[in-house]
């Protein structure tokens, strides 16, 4: 794997690690860097914390090519991931003079740059700035981290702005077969084709939908062909069960699967 | 903070990870973590892959009172969760007997319990089991990792059976004021608020609907008198802006917030 194109994610977020929020940030920064063809290796939930916050960042950033953060740059006590971030990586922090001059353009004037407001100025030296489509005040980044706001339109538009500047690989494409098929039933024959497509990841799922039990099969590759080919030999398999897939769902190229 | 009354969660999941399924385990978890006087002081969302298993569990449970896992345990090829924690462990791994005969119930017959099914009876030496009332295969216990099931409703199920042999503390109660004020506005009062209850986690979390700005303003501790005075002077510092909040939701005990 090249390590360029892999990424890490670090929610900060007391909200998340309390069960007050339902995150929704992992799912949305997950499926662009599948889109991008960088495979996101790790995600942690850390409290709004200086030593959490750092051992996970310092961990995380030698490991892969990109580390994303969301949470914790806003204006208020509890927001102490830009200070924090100046500290794992042993940087000065201070006033950023374009961040600066973003802010009084949101807001106007000097008298409406409060202290408060003006704390989202504040990051480690040698940070470039991240844009903020939505609410003004800009994310940054420090070497591979990329540290964005956590409210999830914010952070959307944030990532917008920073995935041109990534590097990309091919998209991974993910095909789905639905079956009311028991997966122990299945596992033995699923597991001799995994067997056969070594660039294919295929993952089974049961879940329970009103009483009845459902599985889907879903394999995933950056490989078009092979990944075309084993979904046409699971749902050969499924039907080999005498039974119906009740879905497929398929983003490969190449003659329908039949 | 007492160890004993911690917890770290580790969620086995490719499917997380790729963005096809979005996680709601973390939230259930974290949630009833909180009920129960537990603080989930990490997540973590790791692939299923033995090295970067092995690595999460070794380097958590350590530091934590309960380290749970989510994902990995059925019967098919991408299942290694229980074989890797063995390996975690440095213990042997083998069909474990009382599994074994729950298995062997669950299937009727002898000739049912195929080595498919049969992986699911396969623990870590030493395991204790975690009842699975929803679909048979149990989870289990080493030490304090707590591995459970990916799929939410056997997941929850699991956490049912082990929550009442959990230490517990007082449960973290929250309020939360919402209004619609700018963050940046309130925050240097906010925090004069914060500096005075040592004992109450103040949060600011604004968010975007229907075009306008809004905030919640959520103010959690385990502490019911500290809590409930703090959140009274929330409200008041709200009206001091001229604003009257859109929504209170209190959980502590005394006299009404007014």
Redesign the interface.
Known sequence: MDKKLTAALVIIG???????????N?????????DQGI??????????EED?IIFAINELRPKVGYVFTTGGI??????ITSETIAKAFGAEFGINADARKILLDYYKSESEL????L??AHMPVGATLIDNP?SGAPGFQMENVYVMA??P?IMQGMLDSILPTLSSGKP?L?N?ISCELA??????T??NI?KQYESV????????RSGSVGLAL?L?STDNDNLHAATQDVVDMVRSYGVEPTGISVRTDGKPIV
Not at 74 to 79: A, C, I, K, R, S
Not at 114 to 117: H, I, L, M, V, Y
Not at 201 to 208: A, R
Request: zero cysteines; a neutral charge; hydrophobic letters at 35%.
């Open positions: 007391n909200e998340i690690l309390s069960g007050r929020t339902q995150d929704t992992i799912n949305w920064i997950a499926t662009k860097m599948s495979k996101l290796i790790e995600v942690r939930v850390v409290p709004d959490a806003g204006p208020t006590h509890d927001d409060t202290p408060a407001r704390r989202m939505v956590g409210v339109r991974y993910s789905t997966e122990s039933k299945i596992a033995e699923l597991g995994q990841d295929i993952g089974s799922y049961p879940h329970f879903v995933r």
